[in-house]
């Protein structure tokens, strides 16, 4: 029906950036919200930032000033810019997004996440 994949994880040093990117493909009339979550070992998900189709966003009070989100409608696709990252910034993080489906129902999608790993 509907996936999300996201890309652009990986280890990075404190203070480095990374570019995640998720895209969406298959049976999709529209979308309007979509985000990104993280979860780190042993602690429960967390929102990181989301982007209404419009482009509002809104962030968690611990990335703001570093993290950009921001989406490409054309392409189904999200982006989040990291910046300035802290080992506190490990996690695995995910896509989410809310989708009209070609058979016109609005279901929420996650992607199958990709870790971050911020370590000297």
Do not use: H
């Not at 990117?21 to 049976?27: H, K």
């Not at 780190?40 to 009070?61: H, K």
């Not at 910034?89 to 911020?118: E, F, K, M």
């Amino acid at each position: 029906q509907v996936q999300l994949v996201e890309s652009g994880g990986g280890l990075v040093q404190p203070g480095g950036s990374l570019r995640l990117s998720c895209a969406a493909s298959g049976r999709i009339s529209s979308i309007s919200g979509m985000g990104w979550y993280r979860q780190a070992p042993g602690e429960q998900r967390e929102l990181v930032a989301g982007i209404t189709r419009g482009s509002s966003t809104n962030y968690a009070d611990s990335v703001k000033g570093r993290f950009t989100i921001s989406r490409d409608n054309a392409k189904n696709t999200v982006y989040l810019q990291m910046n300035s990252l802290k080992p506190d910034d490990t996690a695995v993080y995910y896509c989410n997004a809310d989708v009209l489906t070609y058979s016109l129902i609005w279901s929420n999608y996650w992607g199958q996440g990709t870790q971050v790993t911020v370590s000297s």
